[in-house]
């Protein structure tokens, strides 16, 4: 094992995958690395710059790093495991490593808690804390390795990681479109979360897997003849088997009847052009008929996460049910690297800007291109005070609960959050373990305690700093009946609209402009896909007028597009 840790070995590794790279700095981090990590060793047994080394190999191979993650993930756990500090990094490598080391560093930090509520929160908190989408790469890289050792330790403690895989690493990856890395993961934590459940798979499906493959390998070549045949100049055929853990969740829906699952292992061809793409799946109907409802046409409806394929399952030679999945390179890159694919990078290897807010691909390149156009006028952004992922910031308890906040919130509304008696007798608050002021702004990251008093009740001062309408609103409540302050009698409507339109390039910029021509500050927006295949949009913002939200409506219908328009007063 100890030969095969070779700095050759990842730069044939880099050379494979064509990622620029200057080999001297590799090389460099390969030996400090080394060094660093001395005579450490694995609870394996061996040595343990093996860690790095593999986490680094799986980087590579599985997520299209640039240079300088490829230098940090060879560097991930120096700072936490040996006698090297920051400033050593930072000297050798400069400051975007020591970044990216910082940045895995502070992640390792983050303990989980089984809490369900948490588990959607704690992701959020990965993305905003990593601010970096290559820190993520490298969590995952990391975790990848720590997976496959994991019958070194203590039982308690691999249940309890591999459910953390399962629920948070895997769910990560594959909202950030990462599906190899996510099945990966996902088969890696089975066996330790679901034993029973693996052990009955496992003993089902490997005979009736084992016929497909055979299958599967014996038609490959008839396929590709009438490929050639056809003119059409593919790429590959790959054979590509379910992953266990997926196939487990899919046997589940169908009363475990491994019958019923026709892509145990399916047929993939990948193509160089779009056109090519339909082509095949011509060619393959017109050989063998398909199954009614089984033909998906991703490329032009492609899933929320930016999967784009040709799926379809047909009655092949011998009459034996096979899917086929037909895609571009590019698609398959996206499919297998998501968020990590070449395209998401600038020239010079950086992500570009916006690049971890990946929620709906598409929509997430339109506001991106929709916010270039708009950079010269501020005012306009200003107004309309978005509240997009980046300006949230999330925070502890100092029991590890994760509060999360609006960026520029300070203590009192960290306590309203908590509960409102917290927030009513909030005397003092400690961050990060020293006092701090009552308006002090708070950071993502901090870790906030509140100190409260039975006597003391809420300021009109306080008005003037809390950032959140909740702890507005709480706190004028209070005021009003104490008689500190006078009743307001001005309501304030809170909306929420659900739009339902066609896809369009410039469709958000649209109705930003209908909402900026009234005045109206959304409060927070959501995209999603309705039933039909429509985007959803879910609009929240405050009236004091409803004649206002009647004159919006009318513009909003007038949007090219729009379908249908739902409101809800709350
Ligand atoms: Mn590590």
Partial sequence: ?????????????????????????????????????????????????????????????????????????LLHDVIDDTPFTKEDIKQEFGEEVTFLVNGVTKLGKIKYRGVERQIE???????????????????????????????????????????????????????LGIGQIKGELEDLAFPYVYPKEYKWLIKNVQEKYHEREQYLKRIKPIIEKELKRANINFIEVQIRAKFHYSLYKKLLRYNKN?????????????????????????????????????????IALPKPNGYQSLHTTVFCVDGKITEFQIRTLEMHEQAEYG?????????????????????????????????????????FLENLKIEFFKDRIFVFTPKGDV???????????????????????????????????????????????????????PSPSWLNFVKTNYAKNKIKSYLEKTGKIKKTNIKILKIELKIKLKDRVGLLKDIFQIFAKEKINIESISTDHSEKGYPLVTINFSLKEKSVLDKLIKNLNKVKGMKEINQRIL
Avoid at 146 to 173: D, G, V, W
């Fill in 1 to 73: 094992m100890v030969n095969t840790m070779n700095v050759d070995n990842l730069l044939k590794e880099i050379k494979k995958k064509k990622i620029k790279v200057n080999e001297s700095n590799i090389k460099k981090a390969f030996e400090f690395a080394k060094i660093a990590h001395g005579d450490q060793k694995r609870i394996s047994g061996e040595p343990y710059f093996i860690h790095p080394y593999k986490a680094t190999l799986t980087l590579i191979q599985k997520m299209n790093p640039d240079e300088k993650a490829i230098i940090a993930c």
């Fill in 339 to 379: 968020i990590a694919a070449q395209w998401f990078y600038d020239e010079k290897g950086k992500p570009k800007s916006g690049a971890f807010i990946p929620k709906k691909l598409r929509w997430v390149q339109q506001l991106i291109d929709w916010q270039k156009n708009l950079k010269n006028n501020t005012d």
């Fill in 258 to 298: 491994i019958n019923e699952v026709h892509d145990l292992a399916a047929m993939r061809i990948i193509v160089n052009t779009i056109e090519e793409c339909y082509a095949t799946l011509g060619l393959i109907h017109k050989f063998w008929t398909p199954l009614p409802g089984k033909i998906k046409d991703y």
């Fill in 403 to 457: 509060i999360d906040l609006p960026e520029g919130a300070v203590p009192i509304d960290f306590a309203y959050q908590i509960h409102s008696e917290i927030g009513n007798h909030c005397l003092a608050a400690k961050i990060n373990n020293k006092m701090a002021k009552l308006d002090t702004i708070l950071k993502n990251g901090d870790i906030v305690e509140i100190i409260t008093q039975k006597n003391k009740s």
């Fill in 121 to 175: 929160n704690l992701k959020k908190m990965f993305l905003a804390m990593a601010e970096d989408i290559r820190v993520i790469l490298i969590k995952l890289a990391d975790r990848h390795h720590n997976m496959q050792t994991l019958n070194y330790l203590p039982k308690e403690k691999q249940y309890r990681i591999a459910l953390e895989t399962l629920e948070i690493y895997a769910s990560l990856a594959n909202r």
